[in-house]
């Protein structure tokens, strides 16, 4: 499975952003699909989960503020976030788990950069 992020650029802080991800190959396999971020000195950090049925989680930190999606028609995901922080300054990724046997397989995206500007 490959995954690429796209959408991400410079946003003022209050503003909003949608960051997309494509999977191709094995898509058939995939099932939750995740958003992470890592800010520089920063641990990665989960902003967002979807399931294969369209079940999410988020994180304290962005809950009420970001939205995901998935079509899987299209196989892309969406993150959307609102009211942007500075502190929401980071390099994005996509991620997904694929069945493999009894356990799992996660791949991982190249990453998006988003930079909040106060």
């Known amino acids: 499975v490959q995954l690429v992020e796209s959408g991400g650029g410079l946003v003022q802080a209050g503003g909003s952003l949608r960051l997309s991800c494509v999977a191709s190959?094995?898509?058939?396999?995939?099932?939750?699909m995740y958003w992470y971020r890592q800010a520089p000195g920063k641990k990665r950090e989960l902003v967002a989960r979807?399931?294969?049925?369209?079940?999410?989680n988020f994180p304290d930190s962005v809950k009420g503020r970001a939205t995901v999606s998935r079509d899987n028609a299209k196989n892309t995901m969406y993150l959307e976030m609102n009211s942007l922080k500075p502190e929401d300054t980071a390099v994005y990724y996509c991620?997904?788990?694929?069945?493999?046997?009894?356990?799992?397989?996660?791949?991982w995206g190249q990453g998006t950069q988003v930079t909040v500007s106060s």
């Open positions: 991620s997904a788990d694929t069945q493999y046997g009894l356990g799992y397989l996660t791949y």
């Open positions: 190959g094995s898509t058939s396999n995939i099932n939750a």
């Open positions: 979807i399931t294969s049925s369209g079940s999410t």
